[in-house]
């Protein structure tokens, strides 16, 4: 999953981003909020992490320009703010959660699992499609309760499709939270993909939508 990083303080920024990383985001970063805004505004991002405090145009403005335009990305607000009236402020601007610095990053790890489950409908840690169980906060998938070893690529492939189990995902969109800059080069390369975790995780818990995308198995025709 692709997620945009909003922080003009360094330090901060290279040490979130190291985190998200870690658990197997896809990350971009930006610490100018003109420069955030037109990302968040022309870019799929499954969520936006924002800093408040930021040059070129501060994060609440750049947050109420995103929900005017009709932008629903989850946003998971950052601030040395501290009083209850900023929290409510940045929530009744369109924030999807609050997190006052200084903060632990496992804590904003918490936050943003669930700020994307919830954005996807899903109120539980483990999402499970019939046989198989992605556990978002262990990142390990399994199938009739044995472990399966996936490749980074192969776990945001299933772990995307699951957050979107109720829909067709087109496969630019796939994409665009799968890749690493390499990844579009080749035009099968999603194709490929989805192939080697059908067999992983079974033929059958995969659909093809000739020209629509992929989904989880059970989700309606488009």
């Known amino acids: 999953m692709r997620i945009l990083l909003v922080e003009d303080d360094r330090r901060i920024a290279a040490d979130v981003a190291t985190a998200l990383r870690a658990h197997d985001y896809l990350v971009d970063t930006e610490s100018d909020g003109e420069k955030a805004w037109f990302k968040g505004d022309t870019e799929d991002y499954a969520a936006i992490v924002l800093d408040l405090g ?7 403005t750049v947050l109420k320009r995103w929900r005017h335009a009709g932008r629903r ?21 369109g924030a999807d959660d609050y997190l006052p610095k200084p903060f632990e990053l496992d804590e904003l790890l918490a936050r943003l699992r669930a700020v994307l489950r919830r954005n996807a409908g899903h109120a539980d840690t483990v999402l499970r499609s019939g046989e198989v169980s992605l556990d978002t906060r262990q990142m390990r998938v399994t199938r009739r309760g044995v472990p399966v070893s996936l490749t980074p690529q192969e776990y945001r492939l299933v772990q995307y499709l699951m957050h979107h189990s109720g829909r067709v995902v087109p496969q630019q969109e796939l994409s665009e939270h799968l890749q690493a800059e390499h990844f579009q080069r080749e035009s099968n390369a999603v194709e490929v993909l989805v192939g080697r975790v059908r067999r992983k995780l079974g033929g059958d818990f995969i659909e093809t939508r000739r020209g629509f995308g992929y989904c989880i198995s059970g989700v309606p025709n488009p």
């Open 54 to 60: 930021l040059p070129g145009m501060d994060g609440l």
């Open 73 to 93: 990305t989850p946003v998971l607000v950052l601030t040395a703010r501290g009083s209850w009236s900023e929290r409510v402020e940045g929530i009744d601007a």
